[in-house]
């Protein structure tokens, strides 16, 4: 019995340890905190284009395993992450409306219609197309055109 509970404990112990050595990609070596400035132009330039005004808040370079990414976060409580040359792969409005220039028109034009009395929060794009995520909890996957495919299962 004593070996057992020998065993559970070290098991539990070892467990514990993994999962306090599991970190947030902006908690390791590969992530570092850089200015506004080097940021690559085009996300730069988005940025200003759709959030002017809005102060950024804090830029995080992160090397991942498929290449360099810009986690960035606005004064606002937006989320924008961008790809090595700046053009943005993810925006999360955090439970906010997503400003509708950031949404490309077919995908805007579905949800307007469908989901009248809803609005998107955040918009990915993935190596199909695009998930969309709604104020309702409602999760919606485009092709890469922005048509319709289906309700995230």
């Known amino acids: 019995m004593k070996k057992i509970v020998l065993k559970l404990a070290l098991c539990l112990t070892l467990t514990a340890t993994f999962v306090a050595c ?3 990609d902006d908690k390791n070596n590969n992530a570092t905190e850089i200015t ?3 940021l690559p132009v085009n996300a730069r330039t988005y940025l200003a284009t759709h959030f002017d005004g ?3 808040v804090r830029v995080v370079k992160v090397n991942t395993y ?11 409580g937006f989320e924008v992450e961008f790809d090595d040359d700046g053009d943005w792969t993810e925006i999360d409005g955090e439970n906010q409306a997503l400003p509708n220039s950031v949404i490309p028109t077919n995908i805007l034009t579905y949800v307007t219609t469908q989901y009248a009395q809803n609005f998107i929060v955040k918009i990915e ?9 709604l104020n309702n909890d409602v999760d919606l996957l485009f092709d890469a055109e922005g048509n319709f495919v289906s309700i995230q299962p």
């Open 22 to 24: 599991n970190n947030d």
């Open 36 to 38: 506004v400035e080097n």
């Open 54 to 56: 809005v102060n950024i």
């Open 66 to 76: 498929v290449g360099i990414k810009y986690d960035v976060t606005l004064a606002n």
């Open 125 to 133: 794009k993935t190596t199909l197309g695009y998930e969309v995520d």
